[in-house]
């Protein structure tokens, strides 16, 4: 076995693992691969053991990748989680699956307006600022919900659901509740919007605490593609 398919399996391992002590099934989280900075031959390795979804930080650098394994894995469902500015819209709405960081409606008319017609609605989330720290990018949760009215107005765009990068904290108390709070946004959004079903939350050293909390959706890199280089 080479080392992505091992770290992947670690990875599905753990994640199975904590759906079991939280109560909950292994199947109702999904893992996403984040290979953001890593090879082509990397995503390559990761699909051939199985893995479909991939997350990409940098737009040119994702192109690049989509472009380059179109033909050797077809089937690969690329999500874009890294912040997208406005003038950088098009080469997204034309090769990403998804969008998971949708955090104003100018954003969101461009990629529905960008979507080619022969292409399925662009999947997205709103990104969500739990913290409240200034510095961060995402919506408040009021916010949120207004957003959530208008995105799922429009026909190129398919809303799925809440992502957020909480804050960095060494404490899992922090980190618990705020997590807690996102579940309970999610919830209460998809009473209003049932098709909402992906929150994702959790990356490679909180996954645990992610899954207990209700993530739908955990974005690995680090545990499957190694560290990666500044
Ligand atoms: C890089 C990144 C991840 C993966 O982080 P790891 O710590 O390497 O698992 C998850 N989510 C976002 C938004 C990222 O930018």
Redesign the pocket.
């Known amino acids: 076995m080479n080392t992505i398919t091992q770290h992947l399996q670690d990875v599905y391992d753990r994640i199975a693992d904590a759906a079991r002590h939280a109560g909950r099934e292994p199947h109702e989280t999904d893992l996403l691969a984040?290979s953001?900075t890593k090879p082509a031959t990397d995503v390559a390795a990761a699909w051939a053991a199985g893995q479909r979804r991939f997350?990409e930080?940098y737009v040119q650098e994702a192109v690049d990748k989509i472009t380059a394994l179109k033909k050797t894995c077809p089937d690969i469902e690329w999500h874009l989680?890294?912040p997208l500015q406005s003038n950088k819209s098009r080469p997204v709405a034309e090769h990403f699956d998804w969008v998971q960081t949708v955090d104003r409606l100018k954003i969101a008319q461009r990629l529905n307006d960008q979507r080619p017609p022969h292409m399925r609605p662009l999947n997205v989330c709103l990104q969500i600022n739990v913290s409240g720290e200034a510095s961060k990018s995402g919506l408040s949760p009021t916010e949120a919900e207004a957003l959530a009215e208008q995105v799922a107005a429009l026909p190129r765009l398919c809303l799925r659901g809440l992502m957020a990068?909480p804050e960095a904290t060494d404490n899992s108390d922090t980190l618990r509740a705020q997590l807690l709070e996102l579940k309970q946004l999610f919830d209460r959004m998809q009473k209003k919007h049932p098709q909402l079903d992906t929150l994702s939350m959790g990356?490679?050293?909180d996954l645990e605490l992610a899954v207990a909390c209700g993530s739908t959706l955990v974005?690995?890199?680090?545990?499957i593609f190694g560290s990666?280089n500044p």
Do not use: Q
């Open positions: 984040v953001k997350g930080n989680i890294g990068i990356m490679s050293n974005r690995v890199g680090t545990a990666r």
